[in-house]
T-cell receptor, first 115, second 114 residues
Framework: AQSVTQLGSHVSVSEGALVLLRCNYS??????LFWYVQYPNQGLQLLLK??????LVKGINGFEAEFKKSETSFHLTKPSAHMSDAAEYFC?????????????FGSGTRLQVQP | EAQVTQNPRYLITVTGKKLTVTCSQN?????MSWYRQDPGLGLRQIYY???????DKGDVPEGYKVSRKEKRNFPLILESPSPNQTSLYFC?????????????FGQGTRLTVV
């Protein structure tokens, strides 16, 4: 069965600093991986996704993630944090089950950006 | 504008009083699902529907019902709510049949059962 582990429930960075949010997955087949962002009082919004092809994926708002099969990781990065990046971030893997087609989510990482 | 609409956004109810949370999408998506979000647990799937009149259980279906009479609507029904169903609920829809299709989420319904 597929699963996702997000290391660090809270991450705090200074404005302008590098953002690194960690995600490791477990999957018996090639995974399809997603990062979603949840701003306060809002639903989840897709940041980026990896399906096949290029392992470095660029998303919205300057975020990117690199799929590393050897490390079973899909960490999310942004070179320079902005105050507006403060939100909760979820890594997810698409489940293989023929019917469910569900997303399995990690427990989330709340990003704080300090001025 | 493509969107998933949930109502209500906030709901406080008492134990045992039946309630329905509505969900509607305007993207003609076949696949719809309900998740609940709890601190430290991420989002867990409650029920899903692959098309009209086709529904099935997700990871945490106990205490919930759903129906899919029309393609655009997928209401979540709590016949007899209990305090452990206090949570933030999200409806989501996806197009197509591939694992690579993204999910579109509603804005969430914060339910408190007292």
């Amino acid at each position: 069965a597929q699963s996702v582990t997000q290391l660090g429930s809270h991450v705090s960075v200074s404005e302008g600093a590098l953002v690194l949010l960690r995600c490791n997955y477990s999957s018996s087949v090639p995974p399809y991986l997603f990062w979603y962002v949840q701003y306060p009082n809002q639903g989840l919004q897709l940041l980026l996704k990896y399906t096949t092809g290029a392992t470095l994926v660029k998303g919205i708002n300057g975020f990117e993630a690199e799929f590393k099969k050897s490390e079973t990781s899909f960490h999310l990065t942004k070179p320079s944090a902005h105050m507006s990046d403060a939100a909760e971030y979820f890594c997810a893997v698409s489940v293989l089950d023929t019917g469910r087609r569900a997303l399995t989510f990690g427990s989330g990482t709340r990003l704080q950006v300090q001025p | 504008e493509a969107q998933v609409t949930q109502n209500p956004r906030y709901l406080i109810t008492v134990t045992g009083k039946k309630l329905t949370v509505t969900c509607s999408q305007n993207m003609n998506h076949e696949y719809m699902s309900w998740y609940r979000q709890d601190p430290g647990l991420g989002l867990r799937q409650i029920y899903y529907s692959m098309n009209v009149e086709v529904t099935d259980k997700g990871d945490v279906p106990e205490g919930y019902k759903v129906s899919r009479k029309e393609k655009r609507n997928f209401p979540l029904i709590l016949e007899s709510p209990s305090p452990n169903q206090t949570s933030l609920y999200f409806c989501a829809s996806r197009a197509g049949t591939g694992r690579n299709t993204e999910a579109f989420f509603g804005q969430g319904t914060r339910l408190t059962v007292v």
